[in-house]
């Protein structure tokens, strides 16, 4: 079937505009997490949803960040006012449940603010 | 939290020499260990993975090894090829449900 998918590919926006990341997981995958990998670095914790329970957002590096998931299934991350630093890719995981399963990843949003 | 620590973050072999790549973590609780490799520009994906009722797998050139005790687990990739070449990330994964990934290894393979 086919794998996680994100869109879009590639964002360039301009600082102080906000805009929207999409994630289809695997469809039947519960758990979906959002990551930011930055050039270079490695993959940092954003975001975790699990059912429909309340997301973990302990990762979210500011309050312009923000990220819901409609119907247990597509998720959006928003960000808001962005920021140079905000620069990124954006990857997106599911996994069948929040057991010891595999996460599969999107190809990942890049987005670069100017 | 998870906290995972991945050294080297730079390794460069011959090909056909074997590679290792040693993660520690901190949280106790962590009960499973993947490792992803991401090729350039592609996405990570998962390789190998260990679970905390056993101390060793094997997948053909790529093993993994975990000691709990001493919460350090390792990649080895014997007989290394050119296309191993990639950036490598571990991750543990405990309580939160959430894996926490190493800073990753960039591994260069030379002909």
């Known amino acids: 079937g086919a794998g996680v998918s994100q869109s879009p590919s590639n964002k360039v926006t301009e600082k102080g505009k906000d805009v929207e990341l999409r994630c289809d997981p695997i469809s039947g995958h519960t758990a979906l997490y959002w990551y930011r990998q930055s050039l270079g670095q490695g993959l940092e914790f954003l975001i975790y949803f699990q059912g429909n329970s309340a997301p973990d957002k302990s990762g979210l590096p500011s309050d312009r960040f923000s990220a819901e998931r409609t119907g247990g299934s597509v998720s959006t991350l928003t960000i808001q006012r962005t920021q140079q630093e905000d620069s990124a890719v954006y990857l997106c995981?599911?996994?069948?449940?929040?057991?010891?399963?595999?996460?599969?990843f999107g190809q990942g949003t890049r987005l670069t603010v100017v | 939290g998870e906290n995972v620590e991945q050294h080297p973050s730079t390794l460069s072999v011959q090909e056909g020499d074997s590679a290792v790549i040693k993660c520690t973590y901190s949280?106790?609780?962590?009960?499973?260990f993947p490792w992803y490799k991401q090729e350039l520009g592609k996405r990570p994906q998962l390789i190998i993975d260990?679970?905390?009722?056993?101390g060793e797998k094997k997948d053909q050139r790529i093993a993994v090894t975990l000691n709990k005790t001493a919460k350090h687990f390792s990649l080895h990739i014997t007989e290394t090829q050119p296309e191993d070449s990639a950036v490598y990330f571990c991750a543990a994964r405990g309580g939160s449900y959430i894996p926490t990934f190493g800073r990753g290894t960039s591994l260069i393979v030379h002909p």
């Open positions: 949280d106790s609780a962590s009960n499973y």
């Open positions: 260990i679970r905390s009722n056993v």
């Open positions: 995981a599911s996994s069948q449940d929040s057991g010891v399963t595999e996460a599969f």
